[in-house]
């Protein structure tokens, strides 16, 4: 979800979803070292709970960025090992690590010894041809035995070359089984599903098997996808609210940011999949993406292209 899901868009989803885990964009361990942190790392209090994922393959230097997102205040550390674009791959992480599983042992073992927080990985079922069960297996055991305990599983294998990342996400068969078997020879560990799941239903159904679901670009082009997901998945029907409710919740939010500088741009990208199904929802795509970007642009927008869609029956 690499320049995805930035601090505004997680603002926004947590508007839906009070309960739902979310994660950073993948943020390399040099862009924390030795880049701007605050961009990196800032994030507002409501998006709790919230994991910072890392790309590295450093021990050292991700252990030093687990560190610094205890400190911000992040609920999880996740090591991604399941990215596939050669930009990952030249600068030696992403699904490329999943070929030196004591590599990344080492860097687990760093992270966890220099943090009090969670340490996971997400990571795919296979890369190229190293894809076989017993090579996955071996994998799960040996970053386990670093002190890994949750895996979240992107349910596809990878291939590092002759695909691109999209393709990656789409062409390599997925196979859920693979997922599941892990789930029955390791009891003892915690197993999220990712890939291809685009309802709530199949949520609840995953859930069954596995100890969690992760719900990536779906939830991104879809975000009400998780409107009910406090309700059917935690139990909790206290902060039901319609889509207009979840634009008039946003608008302080734009407001402060507005103030700040913050083109509003960079956080109406994030809501144009808000309405989708709704009559109207062509329309307020149009009217924010045509007029988001010019200057002197504020939150009148964002109420006026509201106002285009039918609302909801209560």
Known sequence: ?????????????????????????????????????????????????????????????????????????????????????????????????????????????????????????????????????????????????????????????????????????EIPPLSYETVHRLKQDHPQLEFIINGGITSLNQAKEQLQQLDGVMIGREAYHNPWILSDADRLIFGDTRFLLDRHQIVDSLIPYVEKELSQGTPINRITRHILGLFQGRPGARKWRRMISEESHKAGTDCQLIIQAAAQVIREPV
């Open 1 to 169: 979800m690499l320049d995805w899901t930035d601090r505004h868009c997680r603002y926004f989803l947590r508007l839906i979803s009070k309960h739902a885990v979310l994660y950073t964009e993948m943020v390399t361990t040099g862009a924390i070292l030795h880049g701007n942190r605050e961009r990196f790392l800032d994030f507002d209090p409501s998006e709790h709970p919230l994991a910072l994922q890392l790309g590295g393959s450093e021990p050292d230097d991700l252990a030093q960025c687990a560190k610094l997102g205890e400190v911000w205040g992040y609920d999880e550390i996740n090591l991604n090992v399941g990215c596939p674009s050669d930009r990952v791959q030249s600068g030696r992480f992403g699904a490329c690590l999943m070929i030196t599983p004591q590599l990344v042992a080492d860097c687990i073992k760093a992270m966890r010894d220099s943090i009090d927080i969670d340490v996971t990985v997400k990571h795919r079922i296979g890369v190229d041809e190293r894809d076989s069960y017993d090579e996955l297996c071996e994998f799960i055991g040996t970053v386990a035995e670093a002190g890994c305990s949750t895996f979240i599983v992107h349910a596809r294998k990878a291939w590092l070359q002759g695909l691109s990342p999209k393709e990656n996400r």
